[in-house]
């Protein structure tokens, strides 16, 4: 008895009624391998009885139906063998990872000295230019210096209202300001109550602090 087709799943059956053929792709980083397309000759000429059926019909198209019979039997056995040979042909350019059980391509993701896939045994050069990378940049978010214009943005700057438009004609604020950029108001004018001298909040009715009632 014929043994059984041993086959991956990271493949492409591309087989059309003319031909076989076949891709096969890696699982880590997708480069595939397409098999040159076999031509099957019978399918050609079932092809031809098709087109001689619906054409003329009777005869012609009794022909056409052993064909497609025949073509189902056929074409299959033609299949199986073109990917028994399509799985010999590719089989040296794909490993499966003893670790992740991946079928990976020996070009770009078979780690040789490892004997791994480069996820379960990454190159140690890569890895390191891409750690330095990444430390570079760790080392420039800490190290940047404060633009001039949020230098205003401090601690001190946070524990009061900071307004986002202007209240006399209501244009946007794009930074921290004491002026109104378009029509120069003051933005920081600091109110105290006239009875204790308590730092009022813009718009209060009523002293914080002491409860007096503001004009």
């Known amino acids: 008895m014929e043994s059984g087709i041993e086959f991956v799943s990271n493949y492409n059956d591309l087989s059309v009624d003319r031909g076989f053929q076949f891709e096969f792709v890696c699982d880590r980083c997708g480069l595939g391998y397409r098999t040159e397309l076999k031509a099957w000759a019978i399918g050609s000429a079932s092809n031809v009885l098709n087109a001689a059926s619906s054409l003329f019909g009777g005869v012609f198209?009794?022909?056409?139906?052993?064909?497609?019979?025949?073509?189902?039997?056929?074409?299959?056995?033609?299949?199986?063998?073109?990917?028994?040979?399509?799985?010999?042909?590719?089989?040296?350019?794909?490993?499966?990872?003893?670790?992740?059980?991946?079928?990976?391509?020996?070009?770009?993701?078979?780690?040789?000295?490892?004997?791994?896939?480069?996820?379960?045994?990454?190159?140690?050069?890569?890895?390191?230019?891409?750690?330095?990378?990444?430390?570079?940049?760790?080392?420039?978010?800490?190290?940047?210096?404060?633009?001039?214009?949020?230098?205003?943005?401090?601690?001190?700057n946070w524990r009061e209202t900071i307004r986002a438009t202007c209240p006399e004609c209501e244009a946007p604020l794009a930074s921290n300001a004491k002026f109104c950029p378009e029509c120069g108001a003051k933005l920081k004018a600091a109110v105290f109550c006239p009875e204790c001298g308590a730092k009022l909040t813009p718009g209060s009715k009523f002293c914080q602090e002491c409860g007096r009632k503001l004009s």
């Not at 052993?66 to 189902?72: K, Y």
């Not at 799985?87 to 670790?99: G, H, N, T």
């Open 61 to 156: 198209g009794a022909a056409a139906d052993v064909g497609d019979r025949v073509r189902s039997v056929a074409w299959q056995k033609a299949h199986d063998q073109a990917f028994r040979e399509a799985l010999d042909a590719v089989r040296p350019s794909f490993v499966q990872c003893p670790r992740c059980s991946r079928w990976v391509c020996r070009k770009q993701c078979w780690n040789t000295k490892r004997g791994l896939c480069k996820d379960c045994a990454p190159d140690l050069g890569v890895e390191m230019s891409a750690a330095q990378a990444s430390r570079s940049v760790e080392e420039v978010w800490a190290h940047a210096a404060m633009a001039e214009e949020d230098k205003h943005l401090d601690t001190a």
